[in-house]
């Protein structure tokens, strides 16, 4: 048996189903999850001592690669002062502005501790603001899991075919009101059966937790223009795409401007920080300048502060993203030139420094019909077929695949000849 083995059965017994997250346990493709022991620049190293390319980079944040040293320099710095004091400092001002610098429209922007507080926290405060019960998301989207957001979510839940999830009572579901991705009209309808309801829609400006689907042209656009016809708020889920889409995140990219934004994984270099903000007068309507509470005993740990800066600070440096574009561009180019040569029907998606691949022969895949269509069978076996080569990505047909500094040409052909073998295996 192996170490990992041997882990995940110590594990299960006091860890339900031996993970502290769903979507590690391997329930999307099957076998048991590797544990994992340790991480350098591109690779990932298991409990047996075997590499792996890593294209997960724990499921975002590792943008610049594993372990980067101005990252753990900067975590070794801040601990020796001490971890953590339930008072202001500093560190929480200096990222904040950072982050108001790299993405303007957040004029203002509260520290918490994940993607789910930051988009469970903005959807309060949008409803407190708005006084309306009501908000938008998307089939397939996922914002992780606030009781109000497990409808009909993406990524785990929709990996584990439970996408209302038992445990959210039908008074939390009945306001969050479902649209289809990439289509204004189901948009309009729903404003339009509730006209002065709808507080917010929430919506990843790139979709990632039904595998990689971008924006159409002009849905973003056209998302922005019915909230101001219908007064309500404009949320762009940016935890996966902000600063991965772009430097300035997905609305960058775009050009569209979102009235809140919520962010996750890259603003914490790998330690555990969620924020949101955007404009002042929302923002101020939150405690203790307003009314909408919404707390948290290690919101702004200057530990998490100090790597989050180290992150944006390295990542920010000129040429970076163009360097990611490139090798996500490359792998995805790779990945359907060689399913075309062996025959295999394959569609591909990319945005920035993230991509997907879908086992299917429709053209496009554009929203989560198209996803459901997938042959997620022919997705396993192609998963592990790349495992046993030392490639890991996502353990789920519904995640995207992340590219990070740390990926040079030597890991991009490694990876482009082991799904060659792997297409060829099918
Ligand atoms: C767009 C978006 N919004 C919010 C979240 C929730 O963030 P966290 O609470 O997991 O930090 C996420 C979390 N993403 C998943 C993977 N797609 C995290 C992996 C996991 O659940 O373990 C997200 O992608």
């Not at 994992?36 to 690669?65: Q, T």
Request: charged share 20%; with cysteine; proline share 5%.
């Amino acid at each position: 048996m192996t170490k990992s083995a041997q882990l995940f059965q110590q594990a299960r017994r006091t860890i339900p189903g031996g993970v502290n997250s769903p979507v590690r346990a391997f329930a999307g493709v099957g076998g048991d999850p590797v544990f994992m022991e340790r991480a350098d620049g591109a690779y990932i190293f298991d409990a047996d001592g075997k590499a792996y390319i890593d294209y997960v980079g724990s499921w975002g944040p590792m943008i610049l690669g594993h372990n980067h040293a101005s990252i753990r320099e900067a975590v070794v710095d801040a601990a020796q002062r001490g971890l953590s004091f339930g008072a202001p400092t500093e560190s929480e001002t200096t990222l904040s502005e950072l982050v108001a610098e790299l993405v303007p429209s957040m004029e203002m922007v509260r520290m918490v501790n994940s993607g789910t507080e930051a988009t469970m926290s903005a959807i309060r405060l949008a409803r407190g603001y708005s006084k309306r019960d009501k908000f938008i998301k998307f089939e397939g989207n996922y914002h992780g899991h606030g009781d109000c957001l497990l409808v009909k979510a993406g990524s785990g839940a929709l990996t584990l075919g439970e996408p209302n999830s038992p445990g959210v009572p039908a008074d939390f579901a009945k306001h969050t009101l479902t649209c289809t991705y990439n289509d204004l009209d189901s948009v309009r309808q729903t404003f339009e059966t509730y006209p002065d309801e709808v507080a917010c829609i929430i919506v990843e400006p790139v979709s990632g937790n039904m595998n990689c689907v971008p924006p159409q042209p002009g849905f973003l656009q056209g998302l922005r223009a019915l909230c101001d016809e219908f007064g309500a708020l404009l949320i762009f889920d940016e935890v996966m795409t902000g600063f991965r889409v772009a430097l300035g995140g997905a609305q960058a990219y775009y050009d569209v401007k979102p009235d809140l934004t919520t962010l996750g994984k890259i603003v914490g270099g790998g330690m555990p920080v969620g924020a949101f903000g955007g404009r002042r007068d929302v923002m101020e309507y939150l405690a203790p300048t307003g009314p909408v509470y919404q707390a948290g005993t290690l919101a702004g740990n200057p530990v998490a502060m100090a790597a989050g800066f180290a992150c944006l600070s390295e990542l920010r440096q000129p040429g970076n993203h163009d360097y990611l574009n490139s090798v996500t561009k490359q792998l995805a180019d790779g990945f359907k030139a060689l399913a075309d040569k062996h025959g295999i029907p394959l569609a591909t998606n990319r945005a920035g420094a993230m991509f997907g691949f879908f086992f299917t022969d429709q053209d496009t895949v554009t929203c989560f019909k198209d996803v459901q269509q997938c042959d997620t069978e022919r997705f396993k076996r192609f998963f592990h077929l790349m495992l046993e080569q030392g490639i890991y990505l996502a353990p789920s047909a519904f995640e995207a695949c992340f590219t990070c500094l740390a990926h040079g040409q030597k890991e991009i052909d490694a990876t482009l000849a082991a799904a060659d073998h792997a297409f060829a295996t099918l």
